[in-house]
């Protein structure tokens, strides 16, 4: 059975929490007001997130200790998106603890900073700049829950970037909605063809999709696991 929201929530709660899901999922804005809107709602952003039954940070960790089932405590990650840290403290359950973040949003990092749980916070835009992160840095990178507007629109020379920084052998996974990666959508038919350019070209290549139930207020996801060649 699915559920736009949580059931432990009262009526305001789940009210104020569309009104912010509206806020940052606003299509017809840039991605600069995106980021600023994440810094606006930052102190809410969580709780809001409970209320409409956001999985994604708990099915990322699960597939990432699948990947690294010893020594996790050596394994280096980046969390792409970190937003306040929901992710890095699904990861720790597991034992991760060599963890860095990447986020537009000051505001975002800045709640994440209150758990300590990364060592470097980047405050920096995945596009067509270039990261201050050298190459091979990392044993893997995860993106969760970036916002379907800001990754379908994503340059080749994002995810490039990612598999610069990623060693060979590395992974990168990414947890979205499921029609984020199916074929027939539209909408995010760029992004599902710069990722098979990449691996046509031998830079990295798919070796698990795994589709979920509840990622997000009842609908779908998946979570998308690329290897760097």
């Not at 017809?28 to 994604?56: C, H, L, P, T, W």
């Not at 034992?95 to 505001?107: H, I, P, Q």
């Not at 916002?147 to 990414?174: C, D, H």
């Amino acid at each position: 059975m699915t559920s736009l929201y949580s059931s432990h929530y009262n009526e305001d709660d789940k009210a104020k929490a569309q009104d912010i899901m509206n806020h940052i999922t606003d299509k017809k804005v840039n991605s600069e007001v995106v980021f600023d809107r994440y810094s606006q709602i930052s102190k809410d952003y969580e709780k809001a997130m409970g209320v409409v039954n956001y999985n994604g940070p708990k099915e990322t960790a699960a597939t990432v200790a699948k990947l690294f089932p010893t020594n996790r405590n050596n394994v280096c990650m980046l969390d792409v998106a970190a937003g306040t840290g929901l992710c890095a403290s699904e990861l720790n359950k597991y034992n991760f603890t060599e963890l860095d973040a990447l986020d537009a949003s000051e505001g975002m990092l800045s709640e994440a900073k209150k758990k300590g749980l990364y060592g470097r916070y980047i405050i920096d835009v995945l596009g067509d700049n270039e990261l201050d992160i050298k190459d091979d840095a990392y044993d893997a990178v995860i993106i969760c829950g970036l916002s379907k507007e800001i990754m379908r629109q994503l340059p080749i020379k994002a995810f490039e970037t990612l598999i610069r920084i990623v060693k060979r052998g590395g992974y990168v996974v990414n947890t979205s909605f499921y029609t984020s990666f199916t074929d027939g959508q539209p909408e995010t038919e760029d992004f599902r063809r710069r990722l098979r350019a990449l691996e046509s070209q031998g830079k990295w290549k798919q070796v698990e999709l795994r589709r979920f139930h509840q990622y997000l207020q009842g609908r779908d996801g998946a979570v998308s696991v690329h290897q760097i060649c």
